[in-house]
């Protein structure tokens, strides 16, 4: 086992060598029996644990009830439930208006949809299909400004 690893060890388990994972514990020990400098890392390391056991923490009085207490920032609505709530409005002279429009889009809509997926019967087969455009092109450029009707 290299110092690195060694060091790895110490500072993600701690010093207390049975906290070690079982397969490590005895190549760290083998180690730190035989290495000055993983003896001062662990020297190191045991002030360092010591000098954190003795931090006071400060005393908050409240602070959990002050916590718990507060208001909660707004929430900001879905753009899903904010196109609902504009369709579908919880007031009633909203509910009035828009529920009757709605109702009288919905054959509109289904004629649109039945429309675009079927095409009853129609279909345009003629070659000369393609030539529309020239045709409309050459009628634009027509004048119409004289009075012969």
């Not at 060694?6 to 070690?20: A, L, Q």
């Not at 079927?118 to 000369?128: A, C």
């Amino acid at each position: 086992m290299t110092l690195d690893e060694f060091t790895h060890i110490v500072e993600s388990h701690g010093v207390d060598p049975e906290r070690w994972p079982d397969h490590l514990q005895q190549p760290a020990r083998d180690l730190l029996a035989t290495s000055a400098e993983a003896q001062q890392l662990m020297t190191r390391h045991r002030q360092l644990g010591q000098q954190l056991d003795q931090l006071l923490v400060p005393e908050f009085p409240g602070l959990e009830s002050r916590v718990l207490s507060q208001q909660l920032p707004g929430r900001q609505p879905v753009l899903l439930d904010q196109i609902l709530a504009w369709l579908l409005p919880e007031n009633a002279f909203g509910t009035q208006l828009w529920r009757p429009l709605m109702a009288a889009c919905l054959p509109l809509m289904f004629g649109i949809l039945v429309g675009n997926y079927f095409s009853f019967g129609v279909f345009i087969e003629d070659d000369n299909f393609e030539y529309w455009e020239d045709e409309l092109a050459m009628l634009s450029l027509d004048d119409y400004t004289e009075n012969s009707f």
